[in-house]
């Protein structure tokens, strides 16, 4: 059983930034692709953005693409999300996932087996 643990949100101006990190523990951090998804109010989960067990194959909705940047330090069990050049609609819950598919192939039909609490980005105009 795999624990996440998010924090780094936080209110912040239009055009501003915030980095996000997420802690696991209970696994072999290194087998996992890590993703972060966002939820905003009334709206359904989507995804944001994901990488390989080593970091070298990132994935970015289109959304955020050129704007977030996903990372991992696999020594640390660590992954990150810088978020850049934010806007209002990036208002969300943010969470941190782990797939025990450490390859990604397709990142549509990746499933995600491990989920964190979440954390608060709020995002004023």
């Known amino acids: 059983q795999v624990h996440l643990v998010e924090s780094g949100g936080g209110m912040v101006q239009a055009g501003g930034s915030l980095r996000l990190s997420c802690v696991a523990s209970g696994g072999t951090f290194s087998r996992y692709s890590m993703g972060w998804f966002r939820q905003a109010p009334g709206k359904e989960r989507e995804f944001v953005a994901a990488?390989?067990?080593?970091?070298?194959?990132?994935f970015y909705s289109d959304s955020v693409k050129g704007r977030f940047i996903i990372s991992r330090h696999n020594a640390e069990n660590m992954v990150y999300l810088q978020l850049n050049n934010l806007k209002p609609e990036d208002t969300a819950v943010y969470y941190c996932a782990a797939s025990e598919v450490g390859h990604i192939v397709d990142i549509a039909t990746l499933e995600f087996n491990y989920w964190g609490q979440g954390t608060q980005v709020t995002v004023s105009s």
């Open positions: 990488l390989n067990w080593s970091g070298g194959s990132t």
